[in-house]
C-alpha cells in the first residue's frame, strides 16, 4: 500500500506551515486557507476549518540505516515523546522489525519517524529531511459501537487485508504493508506513545495505491 495523498484539517495552519517549513524543514506551499506538506513520495495537505481542534496519527518511513541518525536530528528539533511502555524514547518494535520515535507538531497531531528493517531501503549521506521517504502509517478511528462491522467494511470496499506482521486485535488493526499503514482504532482509545490522549473521528481523506489501482478513503467527524 502506498498513501499518496493525506488531507487533513486543522485551527493551526500558520503554526504548521512554520513547523513543518522550518522545523521539520520539508517543502511547504502555502496557499488561501491550505498548506501543502510534501513529505517524500506523499503530499500531506492541512486545510483550515472551525471544526472541534481536530487531529491525527501518522508516521514516515526513513532509511533503514539512519535511525538513530534521524533520532538525533530530530532530538535537536523537537519534544519527544517518552514511552512507558519500552522505557525509552524508542519503540522497539521486534516483530515487525522496526524502531521507531514520536513527537507533536503544533496542532497536536502524533508524529513518528519509523525504519522498517525489510524495506531494502538504504542510505549513504547524512540524515537530512530529504530522506523522509513517504507517509507510511495513518491513523483511522471509526466508531466504537459498531467496531469490527466499520472494519469489515472497509475490507469489503478496498479489498484490504491485515499486515502479516500483526495479528488483528480487538481494538488495534494493522492494514496493508511495511511500505503503508493503516492503523485502525476505535474511537476513544488511548494513542500510543501518550498518557492520556483518546482517538477522535475527525474529517479526513486518503488516496493510497492497493493492487495498483488509486483509492479515495473519506472520514468524516461524528
Known sequence: MRVKELR????????????????????????????????????????????????????FNIPSNKFEEAFQWAKNKVELLWLDDYKSYIADFINWHAKSFYFLDPAGNILEIIARFDLNDLADEPFSSKHIRNVSETGLVLPAENFECEVNELFEHYLLSYFDK????PQFKAVGNDEGLFIIVPQNRVWFSTKN???????????????????????QNV
Open 197 to 219: 490522549t483518546r482517538s477522535e473521528i475527525f474529517k479526513m481523506e486518503i488516496l493510497f495505491i492497493e493492487n495498483n489501482n488509486l483509492h479515495e478513503l473519506k472520514l
Open 8 to 59: 487533513l484539517q486543522t485551527q493551526h495552519l500558520s503554526a504548521l506551515f512554520n513547523f513543518y517549513a522550518d522545523v521539520l524543514q520539508l517543502p511547504v506551499i502555502n496557499h488561501a486557507d491550505t498548506i501543502s506538506v510534501t513529505a517524500g513520495n506523499s503530499e500531506i495537505i492541512f486545510e483550515e476549518t472551525n471544526a472541534a481542534d481536530p487531529f491525527y496519527h501518522f508516521a
Open 166 to 169: 500483526q495479528s488483528p486485535l
